[in-house]
């Protein structure tokens, strides 16, 4: 199955026949205020305390930079523009999006605000990417965006990425909130956006039972059914994995088939899992998972590998 999204002119007619929605869109204001209270609260009792409770700050100048300075309407999504052929060809990938100036913009602010909680090292990061060309850091997303992670230091990954997040989070905000699922393949990657996904989630409430994908770059998710490998729809061979016990609410999900692995969350066994968030303070599942042989099929946005 694939995920299409449909014009205005199809929304109705579509919503009519609806029974569960195949893609659901993130409010930005609401996610980065529980990605953050998240972090904290698994900060407590985590062996990565400083590094969660630092990506947390960091999470709250998004959510500020939201508030206080939100991207304007793009006339490239328009809702003249975006016709039937124009959605079918996938319009904010990021392979086909020419990303507007104002993501350097939303960069150069997180950067000043930052300035506020950081020191060492971090300081001295945030110093390069201030003195960094437009044309060097246009590169740089190109290649954090490609999953060329080797050819970006990880220490400028995170604040790149999370400028990166806001723009792109804001630009969903302007396209139609509606899809259908149609046959088709290559469901393990963002059907808005085109990239990797953080974990997958299990959710409760209006959704209870269904399994969607949260992606790392616009934070949609997207619908793939439970026991089923979100990288290459196998079914054959699946396990799960978990450090605590089989009741935990995070898992690791995989496949023998492709050797791959995604984390799991479960909401029913702690509605307030969140992906970002419990995948960075389950690193040490990570680290079991490639003891094992299994390679991450999902990117965090808050910890990029060591370039």
């Not at 605000?113 to 020191?119: I, N, Q, T």
């Not at 209006?206 to 997207?222: F, M």
């Not at 909401?267 to 307030?272: A, R, S, V, W």
Request: with cysteine; aromatic share 8%.
């Amino acid at each position: 199955m694939s995920i299409r999204i449909l014009p205005e002119s199809e929304i109705q007619q579509a919503a009519e026949g609806l029974t569960s929605p195949p893609l659901l869109f993130a409010n930005p204001k609401n996610l980065y205020q529980r990605r953050a209270k998240r972090l904290r609260q698994l900060a407590e009792n985590s062996p990565f305390k400083d590094y969660l409770e630092f990506t947390a700050k960091v999470v709250d100048v998004q959510l500020r930079l939201l508030q206080e300075q939100p991207i304007e309407k793009d006339p490239r999504l328009d809702k003249d523009v975006l016709t039937e052929e124009v959605l079918a060809a996938q319009p904010l990938h990021y392979q086909h999006w020419q990303r507007s100036p104002i993501w350097q913009t939303l960069l150069t602010n997180l950067l000043e605000e930052c300035k506020s909680f950081a020191d060492g090292m971090i300081a001295d990061t945030i110093d390069t990417l201030e003195k960094t060309s437009t044309q060097e850091r246009e590169d740089l997303a190109d290649r954090l965006l490609n999953n060329e992670f080797e050819a970006v230091p990880s220490d400028q990954a995170l604040f790149i990425w999370a400028a990166l997040n806001l723009y792109w989070i804001q630009l969903v905000q302007q396209i139609p909130h509606h899809a259908n699922a149609e046959l088709g393949e290559h469901r393990h990657f963002c059907p808005v956006c085109g990239s990797a996904p953080i974990t997958s989630v299990v959710h409760f409430g209006s959704t209870q039972g269904l399994r969607y994908v949260h992606c790392a770059l616009c934070e949609s998710e997207w619908n793939i059914v439970r026991s089923k490998c979100t990288n290459c729809e196998e079914t054959a061979h699946i396990d799960y994995w978990s450090l605590d016990s089989e009741h935990a609410p995070v898992k690791a999900e995989s496949c023998d088939d492709c050797n791959s692995y995604l984390k799991v969350l479960y909401q029913e066994k702690d509605p307030d899992v969140e992906p970002a968030a419990d995948d960075l303070a389950t690193l040490l599942l990570d680290h079991e998972m490639e003891e094992k042989g299994f390679s991450r099929s999902g990117i965090n946005p808050l910890l990029f590998p060591v370039g």
